[in-house]
């Protein structure tokens, strides 16, 4: 952002002729229309939004998508970037069905304390079905790719939350972080799940109705992170990542009906195992004390999508496992070019070898067991067996897709039961 005279003062060392040679190329292209504009495009493509002034739309992929209850649904994003200002975020979206002709949205402001140490306070609503994204950077249920790339034979499962959301959240320069939430849930049960008849209350609050406060600590020494916007997404550390998460639910607040109390803890990190790659692995478990309707315990993840998902198990279902105790791991060996070394062929196209091992014990107390196993309920208890999921697959197919082929392995499916042993899992990504 400087000028050419300041760096002319200041650098060390006057620049050599292929050196000018190559300023003289950028600037030229900064001036050439018809690059600026297929280099717009491909950042649009790739990154799915696109900033227009102080404003910031998309992701394209939201725009349109469909469903059995909702019809063809469109949605579109609007949010400020740091244009607008560096500290004060707003982010809002609106969604059509144009089959239920239903109206959902969100809407959130955050001030930003501080980018570092990471510090904000955030405020959100947001009204809308619940689409099962679990983190920043995977995909929900309503995009594009979720519509083409869904897995067949499995019956949809819809609820449409309304949730209130407070969050504060503060970084030290040591590594460690601390947060605080508050938050007001409602959800109403729509396609294959029980709703509230099934969940009626004494204490006069409103069914599937809740309200938690809870702490998080976390602890990230030297972490590494990407900051988009407003969005940090962190690209590991060279020491484990600790998170610790307590949550406790408040009856008679705000309507709510509910008193339970979770923990969580969770230990990741990326080792280099030097000449055999890298491994990624996450080992967490938790424990929910209480009676509570389903939408209050650990849903474990499922993926219903041909598309892959690091955190979620790729040929379980969505809503087919609750529990209120659970421990599991999730590890992930990239192995480098591996077997891809022994032919020229592969060499050059540098493919990259990995394998994946996913496993979580659970279990579901008679009471939750009782209060939870009634109507169309699609869900079971792992009742103390561990669900086993293995796969390998190849990476860096032409420097930005992937390929998972994944095996279940346990536990043995019931008779009547019809589960895939086996799948295939694609993805795409932009890796450093």
Known sequence: ?????????????????????????????????????????????AKGYKDVGNVRIGPWWYWLSANPYEGARVRFDVETNRGFNEHWFAHTYLAYGFKDKGLKGLGEIRYQFSRQPWSYINLKYRNDLDNGQMYADQLGTDNIFATVFRRPNIPFKYQRSQEWDLDYYAE?????????????????????LPGKQYFPTSNGGTPLKTFEAGFSVRYAYDERTLVSNFTRYSLGSNYPIVLFNYAHGFPGVLNSSYTYDKVSLSVSDYLKIAPLGYVYYNVYGGKIFGTAPYQFLEIHPGNEQFYYNRYAFSLMNRFEYVSDQYAGINIEHNVGNGLFRLTSLTRKLKLRQLWTFKAVVGNLSPANQQLNYVGNAPFKSLGGNVYTEIGTGIDNIFKLFRVDFIWRLSPTPAVYENVNKFGVFGSFRITF
């Open 172 to 192: 030290t320069n040591s590594g460690f972080g601390f947060g605080t939430s508050f938050s007001s849930r409602q959800y109403e049960a729509l396609l294959n």
């Open 1 to 45: 952002n400087l000028s050419n005279s300041f760096w002319e003062a200041h650098r060390h060392e006057e620049l050599n002729k292929s050196e000018k040679t190559v300023y003289a190329l950028l600037d030229t292209l900064k001036k050439n229309v018809t690059y600026i504009r297929y280099r717009n495009a491909l950042e649009f493509l």
